[in-house]
């Protein structure tokens, strides 16, 4: 009995026997082999670019959602009462005649900070044990708080910035 591993290559053998290397054979192997050699670059340029425009259609996609998005938010605002809303969340604004009160979350004003920033100096202020226990009426202007607030912002520098400057 033969073994299998002897017999396919027989059986190769046999096949490549009958087949002939001639002109006509190795032309049209040249031809197939430059056929690949020149499209095959063509063919990842086709493929690269089919890739770019699925990725832009999916941009093109997001930025049509982030429009709408953005159309609605625009009606929004549009809203006297949505304008009021938003003063009083994000500004704390408060009609004439009502009452504000700001409730600050102990845990979130970090008492270790020294570094000369407004949230250095609230926790100063929460570290103190006087509570207060009548309602005050403030006596300055929030458009000029405001104000001082932002040139503050722009013209200060916090404590540590100032050391680190003095220091060069």
Same mark, same amino acid.
């Given at each position: 009995?033969?073994?299998? #591993?002897?017999?396919?290559?027989?059986?190769?053998?046999?096949?490549? !026997?009958?087949?002939?290397?001639?002109? &006509?054979?190795?032309?049209?192997?040249?031809?197939?082999?430059?056929?690949? %050699?020149?499209?095959?670059? !063509?063919?990842?340029?086709?493929?690269?670019?089919?890739?770019?425009?699925?990725?832009?259609?999916?941009?093109?996609?997001?930025?049509?959602?982030? %429009?709408?998005?953005?159309?609605?938010? !625009?009606?929004?605002?549009?809203?006297?009462? &949505?304008?009021?809303?938003?003063?009083?969340?994000?500004?704390? &604004?408060?009609?004439?005649?009502?009452?504000? &009160?700001?409730?600050?979350?102990?845990?979130?004003?970090?008492?270790?900070?020294?570094?000369?920033?407004?949230?250095?100096?609230?926790?100063?202020?929460?570290?103190?044990?006087?509570?207060?226990?009548?309602? #005050?009426?403030?006596?300055?202007?929030?458009?000029? +708080?405001?104000?001082?607030?932002?040139?503050?912002?722009?013209?200060?520098?916090?404590?540590?910035?100032?050391? %680190? +400057?003095?220091?060069?």
């Amino acid at each position: 009995m033969k073994s299998p #591993r002897k017999a396919a290559p027989v059986q190769v053998a046999a096949a490549l !026997r009958g087949f002939r290397f001639n002109a &006509y054979t190795l032309t049209v192997l040249a031809v197939m082999i430059f056929g690949v %050699v020149t499209l095959a670059p !063509r063919v990842q340029t086709w493929f690269v670019q089919r890739q770019q425009i699925a990725e832009a259609q999916a941009s093109l996609e997001q930025a049509k959602k982030d %429009v709408i998005s953005m159309q609605e938010e !625009r009606k929004r605002w549009e809203d006297p009462v &949505y304008i009021r809303a938003q003063a009083r969340n994000r500004l704390y &604004y408060v009609m004439p005649g009502e009452v504000s &009160y700001l409730v600050m979350d102990a845990a979130g004003v970090d008492t270790s900070d020294k570094s000369g920033t407004v949230g250095a100096m609230l926790a100063d202020r929460a570290n103190t044990s006087e509570i207060s226990t009548t309602i #005050r009426e403030t006596k300055n202007n929030w458009v000029d +708080s405001l104000m001082e607030s932002v040139i503050r912002a722009g013209v200060e520098q916090p404590a540590d910035a100032q050391k %680190v +400057s003095a220091a060069k």
